[in-house]
Protein backbone atom coordinates (compact mmCIF):
# COMPACT_ATOMS: atom_id res chain seq x y z
CA UNK A 1 0.00 0.00 0.00
CA UNK A 2 1.29 3.15 -1.40
CA UNK A 3 1.72 6.42 1.15
CA UNK A 4 -0.81 8.44 -0.65
CA UNK A 5 -3.30 5.48 -0.42
CA UNK A 6 -2.89 5.02 3.14
CA UNK A 7 -3.17 8.68 3.54
CA UNK A 8 -6.63 9.16 1.90
CA UNK A 9 -7.78 6.29 3.57
CA UNK A 10 -7.12 8.08 6.78
CA UNK A 11 -9.41 11.00 5.56
CA UNK A 12 -12.03 8.85 4.51
CA UNK A 13 -11.91 7.72 7.86
CA UNK A 14 -12.03 11.05 9.49
CA UNK A 15 -14.47 12.13 7.31
CA UNK A 16 -17.00 9.41 7.90
CA UNK A 17 -16.31 9.56 11.96
CA UNK A 18 -17.55 13.36 11.45
CA UNK A 19 -20.77 12.38 9.30
CA UNK A 20 -21.12 9.75 12.28
CA UNK A 21 -20.55 12.71 14.78
CA UNK A 22 -22.89 14.94 13.46
CA UNK A 23 -25.70 13.01 12.69
CA UNK A 24 -25.72 11.93 16.41
CA UNK A 25 -25.52 15.04 17.65
CA UNK A 26 -28.21 16.11 15.62
CA UNK A 27 -30.04 12.92 16.92
CA UNK A 28 -29.88 13.69 20.38
CA UNK A 29 -30.64 17.28 19.84
CA UNK A 30 -34.21 16.09 18.53
CA UNK A 31 -34.71 12.94 21.23
CA UNK A 32 -34.38 15.48 23.98
CA UNK A 33 -36.19 18.45 22.87
CA UNK A 34 -39.30 16.43 21.45
CA UNK A 35 -39.00 14.34 24.67
CA UNK A 36 -40.95 16.46 27.02
CA UNK A 37 -43.87 16.90 24.87
CA UNK A 38 -44.28 13.41 23.88
CA UNK A 39 -44.59 12.45 27.45
CA UNK A 40 -47.11 14.88 28.05
CA UNK A 41 -48.98 13.84 24.60
CA UNK A 42 -48.41 10.18 25.95
CA UNK A 43 -50.16 10.91 29.17
CA UNK A 44 -53.27 12.86 27.77
CA UNK A 45 -53.93 10.57 24.81
CA UNK A 46 -57.55 9.82 26.42
CA UNK A 47 -58.07 13.24 25.85
CA UNK A 48 -60.21 14.48 22.88
CA UNK A 49 -58.56 15.50 19.42
CA UNK A 50 -58.80 19.20 20.39
CA UNK A 51 -57.23 19.06 23.21
CA UNK A 52 -54.48 17.22 21.45
CA UNK A 53 -54.09 19.16 18.95
CA UNK A 54 -53.54 22.50 21.24
CA UNK A 55 -50.66 19.76 23.16
CA UNK A 56 -49.25 19.26 20.43
CA UNK A 57 -48.74 23.19 18.81
CA UNK A 58 -47.25 24.30 22.22
CA UNK A 59 -45.15 20.74 22.45
CA UNK A 60 -43.74 22.31 19.01
CA UNK A 61 -42.72 25.38 20.22
CA UNK A 62 -41.40 24.39 23.45
CA UNK A 63 -39.60 21.77 22.07
CA UNK A 64 -37.87 24.68 19.93
CA UNK A 65 -37.34 26.44 22.83
CA UNK A 66 -35.18 23.15 24.21
CA UNK A 67 -33.53 23.06 20.68
CA UNK A 68 -32.33 26.35 20.86
CA UNK A 69 -31.30 25.91 24.22
CA UNK A 70 -29.33 23.01 23.79
CA UNK A 71 -27.30 24.55 21.00
CA UNK A 72 -26.27 27.36 22.85
CA UNK A 73 -25.48 25.05 26.16
CA UNK A 74 -23.09 23.12 23.31
CA UNK A 75 -21.28 26.20 22.33
CA UNK A 76 -20.67 27.57 25.75
CA UNK A 77 -19.57 24.40 27.54
CA UNK A 78 -18.19 21.83 24.46
CA UNK A 79 -16.89 24.48 22.18
CA UNK A 80 -16.22 28.01 24.24
CA UNK A 81 -15.58 31.29 23.04
CA UNK A 82 -13.99 31.54 19.06
CA UNK A 83 -12.29 34.19 19.34
CA UNK A 84 -9.23 34.11 16.88
CA UNK A 85 -9.26 35.85 14.12
CA UNK A 86 -6.50 36.11 11.49
CA UNK A 87 -5.82 33.64 9.12
CA UNK A 88 -5.32 30.20 9.98
CA UNK A 89 -4.87 26.47 8.48
CA UNK A 90 -7.71 24.13 9.12
CA UNK A 91 -5.90 21.81 11.17
CA UNK A 92 -4.80 24.31 14.11
CA UNK A 93 -7.09 24.32 17.07
CA UNK A 94 -8.50 27.84 16.69
CA UNK A 95 -10.25 27.02 12.79
CA UNK A 96 -11.15 23.64 13.85
CA UNK A 97 -12.91 25.43 17.50
CA UNK A 98 -14.44 27.95 14.68
CA UNK A 99 -15.68 24.86 12.29
CA UNK A 100 -16.98 22.77 15.65
CA UNK A 101 -19.14 26.40 16.44
CA UNK A 102 -19.88 26.83 12.67
CA UNK A 103 -21.56 23.42 12.75
CA UNK A 104 -23.81 23.99 15.60
CA UNK A 105 -25.06 27.33 14.19
CA UNK A 106 -25.35 25.11 11.06
CA UNK A 107 -28.07 23.07 12.54
CA UNK A 108 -30.00 25.84 13.96
CA UNK A 109 -30.40 27.09 10.36
CA UNK A 110 -31.32 24.42 8.87
CA UNK A 111 -33.17 23.06 11.79
CA UNK A 112 -37.64 23.13 11.79
CA UNK A 113 -36.82 25.54 14.43
CA UNK A 114 -35.44 28.33 12.31
CA UNK A 115 -38.12 30.93 12.86
CA UNK A 116 -37.26 30.72 16.38
CA UNK A 117 -34.23 33.05 15.68
CA UNK A 118 -35.16 35.49 12.38
CA UNK A 119 -37.99 37.86 12.82
CA UNK A 120 -40.09 39.29 15.28
CA UNK A 121 -38.85 36.00 17.65
CA UNK A 122 -38.35 37.74 20.85
CA UNK A 123 -35.25 34.81 21.75
CA UNK A 124 -32.90 35.69 18.48
CA UNK A 125 -30.79 38.17 19.65
CA UNK A 126 -30.63 35.80 22.97
CA UNK A 127 -29.76 32.98 20.48
CA UNK A 128 -27.18 34.92 19.22
CA UNK A 129 -25.75 36.13 22.41
CA UNK A 130 -25.15 32.84 23.61
CA UNK A 131 -23.57 31.90 20.46
CA UNK A 132 -21.06 34.62 20.73
CA UNK A 133 -22.62 37.59 19.43
CA UNK A 134 -22.54 40.80 20.80
CA UNK A 135 -25.95 41.78 20.12
CA UNK A 136 -28.49 43.86 21.94
CA UNK A 137 -32.11 43.26 21.83
CA UNK A 138 -32.85 46.09 19.63
CA UNK A 139 -31.72 44.92 16.07
CA UNK A 140 -34.44 43.78 13.77
CA UNK A 141 -33.51 40.23 12.46
CA UNK A 142 -35.52 40.21 8.92
CA UNK A 143 -36.78 36.55 7.82
CA UNK A 144 -34.19 34.79 5.82
CA UNK A 145 -31.22 36.45 7.43
CA UNK A 146 -28.24 34.18 7.71
CA UNK A 147 -25.35 35.29 10.22
CA UNK A 148 -23.09 32.00 9.15
CA UNK A 149 -20.70 33.27 12.07
CA UNK A 150 -22.42 35.09 15.06
CA UNK A 151 -19.30 34.80 17.31
CA UNK A 152 -17.65 37.34 15.26
CA UNK A 153 -20.68 39.86 15.03
CA UNK A 154 -20.72 42.96 16.90
CA UNK A 155 -24.37 44.99 16.65
CA UNK A 156 -25.12 48.56 17.98
CA UNK A 157 -28.52 49.35 19.06
CA UNK A 158 -31.25 49.37 16.53
CA UNK A 159 -29.48 47.68 13.71
CA UNK A 160 -31.55 46.72 11.15
CA UNK A 161 -30.38 43.38 9.04
CA UNK A 162 -32.73 43.33 5.61
CA UNK A 163 -34.56 39.96 4.44
CA UNK A 164 -32.25 37.71 3.08
CA UNK A 165 -28.45 39.47 3.83
CA UNK A 166 -25.79 37.38 4.61
CA UNK A 167 -23.14 38.07 7.02
CA UNK A 168 -19.72 35.78 7.08
CA UNK A 169 -17.21 36.28 9.41
CA UNK A 170 -15.01 33.66 7.21
CA UNK A 171 -13.50 32.78 3.75
CA UNK A 172 -11.83 29.56 2.70
CA UNK A 173 -8.68 29.71 0.67
CA UNK A 174 -7.38 26.23 0.37
CA UNK A 175 -6.42 24.44 3.15
CA UNK A 176 -6.59 27.66 4.95
CA UNK A 177 -9.47 29.80 7.00
CA UNK A 178 -9.50 33.57 7.09
CA UNK A 179 -11.55 34.54 10.14
CA UNK A 180 -12.65 38.51 10.67
CA UNK A 181 -14.93 40.23 12.66
CA UNK A 182 -18.11 42.22 11.35
CA UNK A 183 -18.58 45.68 13.02
CA UNK A 184 -22.45 47.09 12.63
CA UNK A 185 -22.67 49.94 14.24
CA UNK A 186 -25.79 51.92 15.76
CA UNK A 187 -28.55 52.57 13.18
CA UNK A 188 -27.38 51.08 10.34
CA UNK A 189 -29.60 49.22 7.62
CA UNK A 190 -28.54 46.27 6.20
CA UNK A 191 -30.56 45.71 2.49
CA UNK A 192 -32.10 42.85 1.94
CA UNK A 193 -29.85 40.35 0.19
CA UNK A 194 -26.54 42.08 1.04
CA UNK A 195 -23.76 40.07 1.70
CA UNK A 196 -21.16 41.11 4.19
CA UNK A 197 -17.88 39.73 4.06
CA UNK A 198 -15.88 38.99 7.08
CA UNK A 199 -13.29 41.95 8.42
CA UNK A 200 -16.40 44.98 7.67
CA UNK A 201 -16.82 47.61 9.73
CA UNK A 202 -20.04 49.17 9.04
CA UNK A 203 -20.32 52.78 10.56
CA UNK A 204 -23.34 54.35 12.96
CA UNK A 205 -26.73 55.13 10.55
CA UNK A 206 -24.76 54.29 7.11
CA UNK A 207 -27.28 51.82 4.52
CA UNK A 208 -26.00 49.47 2.95
CA UNK A 209 -28.06 48.35 -0.20
CA UNK A 210 -30.16 45.60 -1.26
CA UNK A 211 -28.18 43.03 -3.03
CA UNK A 212 -25.07 45.25 -2.71
CA UNK A 213 -21.42 42.95 -1.51
CA UNK A 214 -19.60 44.43 0.86
CA UNK A 215 -15.94 43.35 0.24
CA UNK A 216 -13.16 42.11 2.85
CA UNK A 217 -11.83 44.46 5.00
CA UNK A 218 -14.27 47.47 3.64
CA UNK A 219 -15.39 50.67 6.32
CA UNK A 220 -17.64 52.41 5.50
CA UNK A 221 -17.83 55.56 7.40
CA UNK A 222 -21.02 56.70 9.46
CA UNK A 223 -24.12 58.04 7.71
CA UNK A 224 -23.00 57.01 3.95
CA UNK A 225 -25.01 54.51 1.79
CA UNK A 226 -22.66 51.72 0.06
CA UNK A 227 -24.20 50.23 -3.13
CA UNK A 228 -23.02 47.57 -5.53
CA UNK A 229 -20.76 44.88 -6.68
CA UNK A 230 -18.49 45.53 -5.10
CA UNK A 231 -20.23 47.76 -2.52
CA UNK A 232 -19.04 51.58 -3.04
CA UNK A 233 -20.08 54.90 -1.81
CA UNK A 234 -23.34 56.25 -3.37
CA UNK A 235 -24.08 58.81 -0.92
CA UNK A 236 -24.15 60.33 2.79
CA UNK A 237 -26.51 60.92 5.03
CA UNK A 238 -26.73 64.51 4.45
CA UNK A 239 -27.49 64.53 1.10
CA UNK A 240 -30.15 62.14 1.42
CA UNK A 241 -31.58 64.59 4.14
CA UNK A 242 -31.01 67.60 2.11
CA UNK A 243 -32.84 66.07 -1.21
CA UNK A 244 -35.80 65.60 1.24
CA UNK A 245 -35.83 69.08 2.42
CA UNK A 246 -35.72 70.56 -1.11
CA UNK A 247 -38.45 68.04 -2.43
CA UNK A 248 -40.61 68.92 0.56
CA UNK A 249 -40.19 72.85 -0.17
CA UNK A 250 -40.97 72.32 -3.71
CA UNK A 251 -44.40 70.50 -3.12
CA UNK A 252 -45.35 73.42 -1.30
CA UNK A 253 -45.16 76.01 -4.21
Known amino acids: MTESTSEQRRRDLIRLAGAGAYWTYKAVLYFFSFLGPALVLHRFRASSAI?????????????????????????????????????????????????????VNAIAHESPF?????GLSPI???????MG?????????????????PYFLECGENVT????CFIMGHLGQG???????????????IGAR?????????GSHSVVAAGAVVARGTTIPDGETWGGVPARKIMSTSRVAS???ESGAESKF
Open 51 to 103: VLLALAILGCGFAGLIFVALLVITKKLLIGPVSAIGLHTIQTKEAQRWFSAAV
Open 114 to 118: RSLIV
Open 124 to 130: ASWYYRG
Open 133 to 149: ARMPNSVMIAHGVLIRD
Open 161 to 164: LGGG
Open 175 to 189: KEILLGRVIIEEGAV
Open 194 to 202: AIISPDVHI
Open 243 to 245: SAV
